[in-house]
């Protein structure tokens, strides 16, 4: 008894001074009220001594009539039905439990959702709340218990508000539409419901999701005696208006309904008219629009109404049996409730329609076959229209933030259940249960177990009961029950319920917890308790005996397709809507997944999501048959006790630990109470979780050091731990507060210096600038007046002196006048009065007129000095006006503008002024200003290249040709030879002959094959005695050829290649030497003398004739005196001025061999 202990003396605690933890002693009267205080019985049964089955009744009984329902086992709140109301469900109660540590007060379901909701808000952990036990135990009122508190516990305000209020709303819905009264609870759920409510960060919920499995729907058409179909039938006969039930065409009596079971429609203490007002209003809490709440009751009229439909058989001619509606009235009104055509459901009733590859061949119901269909489309029209219900709820309740949340679930699913006839729903919600046990046996006793020894912690193993043997017989994929039932639905040719029990018998004979007479094993075959459609499994609550019939339809939930694509073409929106594979277009050949294995796989999806979350369990207990108060029917909780394995799990607890936590999430939660592990432990988690204990002073045998996990063995330890940590908290919140407060207002006053040293910079350059514009006018005034009192100065000393002037004249002038006056008095002595007179009154006048002219130019010059200091002023009072309107770069700019102007101006002018287009002129006009000689002069050199440009531009290919050639012969003759000037004016023609033209020389032209550069007459002369001779002299692009004047005949064609230089003198004359190539055929006779006006053109001429041919310049020699080769002798031609005989042609004479005299004027 270890936990008893601590409370029995003055006990030890953890305190905390100065931030850290030491240990104290608390006086009695501090110790809080605990699960111990004031107990009946043993409120956590883990304390029990001894402990055995009926000690743990025992206790069970005494509290249970205390009305103390809730014991703990450890964590798991076992909860028993009181079948009566408790005072203890009150706000009171809600705010006692709240923020108070799990084991802190008697037990209580609402000490587990504090702990779940605390858990999931402050560690981030997201929860499940698993409850179990058998149908009526009390699960469905757990589950709203813990929803209650929770959303009692919760954020407040408006909005949360709602959202409350919308997931606690959506219970009575659901209740209403799923839940009925069965032999075992009046208000039984049929239908599996898990629910998950979803949180943010503070714990404020946002919304949820609910998700549900199976309806028991087959209580619709059928349910067992003293059992009632689902409670909205009865709610809205005895709720419903009268307006309403006519709308909906309905009689308010229960026994007008077939559907409806006549032996228990009234339960005893339910109020279905009151119960109808509540679901209304929660209804349109949860969002309902009126217009939809009138489609679903219209939906559930229907249903009812469906079940009035009768049938009765008629004969036809093949023999065949055919089916009739009795009474078309209940079919007419159904259609009109639901928009329908009548011949559409009264034909889908009477017809089958069966399509395979595009085939469709229609059979005729008999009248068995009709009831079936009409009970499948109720049974099919209600379960659709609960799962559209679950659906339209969680739209409603749905989350609208994205952010992540945190998640609590509760699960809240039909309890196991034996009846008297158990068919497929049982056998599922069974299973259902199985698997619930199985993650309860899983989490708490195998893992549990596991977890010690792998922790490498000392354990005595515990033996319980595994009930995976079960799970594995209905859900193993290969010869599991649901699967061979599956096979069998899917199987091809005759399938009855016999024939899966057939199969069932094969396959599960052998299995242990499969019982069945007709099984091969004879273990059954003599017990009479099993009859032979039947099979039994042992399941791990208890034997439970499974008919087979209607588990194959069950399992198949066949519709026929003319049934769902009659209801897919009503009118009614929702119906339209339930049925979606009626739509021709969507229509699918494709068999839907059996209900068997579409609820396996939830079952399965479920676990998986259970097994993420933190599990909290209760496990609830009925304590009678009876549903009746105070009754505490031992036999019946002992078998409770023990399928539930609550044995087992009390021996577990006590020989483990009530905490374990792996020490890096130990020492993160409980590291501020160490001042070595706080803030920071830099080694590993393990020795910081030992130092940490190890300051604390908790006693070693609280605790043990698993491998990853530290166990603490006494709740007792965990909670002060939980409190040093809450008051340590406090501690480090105030010093976080502190040094925030401390940083704020620093920040504050830093922001505030920083502030007022902009302010007083602002104010200083303010009253600095003042200052500065103050000085500034008072200087400009003090300037001004200095510069008037200078001008004034400047006045006076003119003044002055102009005085100083005034005064020496007028010195002067009496000086003179004295002077004068002693002159004439001299002169009055000495000379005639008359002249004296006359001289006097000359200097008078003289005087006179100086003093004018004095007076005039003082008076010219005090008019200048006004002036001067008119402009002074007027010039300082523009610079003072102006002063702002100008740049510091005006003066640049004017400049700038200046020049432009100028030269603008000197532009245009010279515009004008340009002279003549021709090379040869000049004159250009003088430059305005000395500034531009430079410019002048450029202009002039540019205009003068681009005007000869112009001239050349004007020149054709001739002219340019010839104007080469006459560059040609200034290049060979200019100041060279005297006769080059005459030849400048005269153009060269070349041929002055017109050979081609002239019939006299056609013979000449014909010899001559080549364009002719040159034709004209020159005179050749005799090499032996000077005497001159005519000679047509034609030049072409190779040869020169000499012909008769007269005749044409060529004399003598030279090669102009065989030339090698010519001669001529440097004088007026025309006289030329042509010579040869020595060796050459020409040659022979030696070189040519020709004397011609036109030279200077025939040389020219030659010379770029033999250029061109050969590539080569021939020598042009220009001198008085040069040597030719006649025959064999050299001989020296001289020129010398003489007396001319024959006009302007040189005379020659051969003086001797070696000379022949050139005579030129
Ligand atoms: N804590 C309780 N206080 C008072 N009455 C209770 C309490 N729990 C259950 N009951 C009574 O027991 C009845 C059955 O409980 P409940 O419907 O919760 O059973 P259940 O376990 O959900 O059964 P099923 O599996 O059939 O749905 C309730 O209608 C109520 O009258
Ligand atoms: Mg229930």
């Not at 605690?13 to 004031?38: A, C, Q, W, Y």
């Not at 009768?310 to 509606?325: A, H, M, Q, T, Y």
């Not at 007083?760 to 007046?785: G, P």
């Not at 430059?927 to 540019?942: A, G, N, V």
């Amino acid at each position: 008894m270890y936990l008893l202990a601590p409370f029995t003396e003055d006990r030890e605690v953890f305190g905390v001074t100065h931030g850290f933890i030491h240990k104290r002693k608390m006086p009695k009267s501090e110790v809080k009220t605990s699960l111990l205080d004031n107990m009946i019985g043993v409120g956590d049964s883990v304390l029990l001594e001894p402990l055995t089955e009926d000690t743990f009744l025992e206790n069970l009984k005494n509290r249970f009539d205390h009305s103390e329902i809730y014991t703990y086992i450890g964590s798991v709140v076992i909860s028993v039905n009181p079948y009566r109301h408790l005072p203890i469900y009150t706000p009171e109660k809600v705010e006692e439990y709240r923020n108070r540590n799990f084991y802190e007060l008697s037990p209580h379901i609402y000490a587990l959702a504090d702990e779940a909701y605390r858990s999931l808000r402050d560690q981030d952990k997201d929860q499940c709340i698993l409850i179990t036990g058998e149908s009526g135990a009390g699960k469905t009122e757990a589950s709203k218990l813990v929803m209650s508190y929770v959303a009692a516990v919760c954020g407040k305000g408006a909005e949360v508000n709602q959202v409350k209020e919308q997931l606690l709303q959506s219970n009575p819905v659901l209740e209403a539409f799923g839940n009925a009264k069965t032999m075992r609870n009046d208000n039984s759920s049929r239908f599996g419901k898990y629910m998950d409510i979803e949180f943010d960060f503070k714990g404020d919920p946002l919304g949820g999701v609910i998700s549900n499995y199976l309806l028991e729907k087959s209580r619709v058409v059928k349910q067992p005696r003293g059992e009632r179909n689902f409670h909205i039938f009865y709610q809205l006969l005895s709720g419903g208006s009268e307006d309403l039930l006519k709308q909906l065409k309905l009689e308010r009596e229960f026994n007008q309904y077939n559907y409806l079971g006549l032996d228990s429609a009234k339960v005893n203490g339910v109020d279905d008219a009151a119960n109808f007002r509540t679901v209304k209003n929660a209804m349109q809490i949860v969002g309902f629009m009126d217009d939809e709440v009138e489609l679903v009751l219209e939906v559930v009229a229907a249903v009812l109404k469906l079940g009035n439909i009768e049938f009765k058989p008629e004969s036809r001619v093949n023999g065949l049996d055919e089916s009739r509606i009795q009474d078309k009235n209940e079919l007419k009104e159904i259609c009109e409730l639901l928009g329908q055509d009548q011949a559409v459901l009264e034909r889908a009733f009477s017809f089958r329609t069966v399509e395979a590859k595009q085939e469709k061949v229609s059979t005729t119901l008999n009248v068995a076959q009709a009831y079936y269909a009409r009970d499948a489309l109720a049974k099919n029209l209600y379960n659709r229209l609960f799962t559209w219900l679950v659906n339209r709820i969680n739209e409603s309740i749905k989350a609208q933030s994205k952010v992540r949340k945190k998640v609590m679930g509760v699960l809240d699913i039909y309890g196991f259940e034996i009846f008297e006839n158990n068919s497929f729903e049982q056998f599922i919600i069974n299973y259902c249960n199985e698997k619930l046990q199985q993650i309860f046996i899983e989490l708490t006793l195998k893992e549990e177990q596991e977890e010690y020894i792998k922790e490498g912690i000392e354990w005595t193993h515990i033996e319980y009961f595994n009930n995976a043997i079960i799970c594995e017989l209905i859900e193993n994929n290969t010869n599991g029950i649901l699967a061979m039932l599956d096979e069998e639905c899917l199987r091809p040719g005759t399938v009855t319920d016999e024939t899966f029990l057939e199969k069932l018998n094969q396959v599960c004979a052998v299995h242990e917890r499969f019982e069945s007479r007709m099984s091969k094993s004879s273990r059954f075959l003599n017990d009479t308790t099993l009859p032979h459609n039947c099979f039994r499994i042992q399941h791990y609550a208890g034997k439970v005996m499974y008919h087979v019939e209607g588990f194959v339809d069950k399992n198949n939930d066949l519709l026929y397709r003319d049934l769902s694509q009659a209801m897919w073409k009503t009118n009614h929106v929702l119906v339209k809507s339930l049925f979606p594979e009626g739509n021709p277009a969507k229509m699918s050949l494709k068999r839907p997944p059996t209900a068997g294995s579409q609820f396996k796989a939830s079952v399965a999806t479920l676990m998986k999501n259970l097994q993420t979350k933190n599990p909290n369990y209760i496990r609830c207990i009925k304590p009678n048959d009876q549903k009746a108060p105070h009754i505490f029917a031992e036999a019946l909780v002992r078998h409770q006790v023990r399928y539930l394995g609550l044995m087992e799990n009390v021996r577990v607890r006590r020989a483990g630990y009530a905490f374990k936590q792996p020490y890096e999430s130990c020492l993160e939660r409980y590291k501020m109470l160490c001042s070595q592990t706080w803030p920071h432990w830099r080694q590993g988690s393990r020795d910081g979780v030992k130092v940490l204990l190890t300051e604390l002073q908790i006693p070693p045998e609280e605790f043990s050091y698993g491998r990853s996990k530290i166990f603490i063995r006494n709740p007792r330890t965990l909670f002060e731990l939980e409190d040093l940590r809450k008051r340590r908290l406090e501690d480090l919140a105030t010093l976080i507060q502190k040094i925030y407060r401390g940083w704020k207002c620093r920040t504050n006053f830093l922001l505030m210096k920083k502030s007022q040293i902009i302010i007083s910079a602002w104010t200083k350059r303010h009253f600095q600038r003042k200052k500065y514009l103050q000085l500034k006018s008072v200087t400009l005034i003090i300037q001004s007046y200095i510069r008037g009192w200078k001008a004034r100065k400047l006045l006076r000393e003119l003044k002055h002196q102009k005085r100083c002037e005034e005064s020496a004249t007028t010195i002067a002038a009496y000086w003179r006048g004295f002077q004068a006056r002693m002159e004439v008095r001299r002169l009055k002595e000495a000379a005639m009065h008359k002249h004296a007179i006359a001289v006097i009154w000359a200097y008078w006048l003289g005087y006179e007129a100086r003093r004018e002219l004095k007076r005039l130019k003082e008076e010219a010059r005090r008019k200048h000095a006004v002036a001067v200091i008119w402009a002074y002023w007027l010039g300082l009072k523009v610079r003072r006006e102006y002063r702002k309107f100008f740049r510091a770069n005006a003066g640049k700019k004017i400049y700038e503008f200046t020049i432009q102007r100028i030269m603008q101006k000197y532009f245009l002018e010279m515009k004008k002024k340009l002279p003549s287009m021709s090379p040869t002129e000049k004159t250009w006009p003088p430059r305005p200003y000395f500034f531009l000689d430079d410019t002048h002069t450029e202009l002039k050199r540019i205009f003068h290249l681009w005007r000869c440009k112009k001239y050349r531009d004007q020149f054709t290919e001739q002219k340019k040709a010839i104007f080469e050639e006459k560059l040609e012969a200034s290049e060979l003759f200019k100041d060279k030879k005297a006769l080059y000037t005459n030849s400048v004016q005269q153009p060269f023609q070349g041929d002055y002959l017109e050979i081609s033209k002239n019939p006299k020389y056609q013979k000449l032209n014909g010899a001559v094959e080549e364009k002719i550069v040159l034709a004209d007459v020159v005179n050749k002369i005799n090499r032996a005695n000077g005497k001159v001779a005519p000679r047509i002299f034609l030049l072409t692009q190779s040869n020169f050829i000499l012909a008769d004047q007269k005749s044409g005949q060529i004399k003598s064609t030279i090669p102009v290649m065989d030339i090698t230089s010519v001669s001529v003198s440097k004088q007026t004359d025309g006289l030329f030497a042509v010579h040869l190539k020595e060796g050459s055929t020409a040659a022979a006779k030696g070189d040519f003398l020709f004397t011609s006006d036109r030279l200077i053109e025939i040389i020219t001429k030659l010379y770029r004739t033999i250029f061109f041919k050969t590539n080569q310049k021939i020598n042009v020699e220009i001198n008085n005196e040069f040597l030719v080769q006649f025959n064999q002798d050299k001989v020296c031609v001289k020129f010398i001025q003489g007396a001319q005989k024959n006009g302007n042609l040189p005379t020659c004479k051969r003086k001797n061999n070696r000379l022949l005299e050139v005579t030129v004027p």
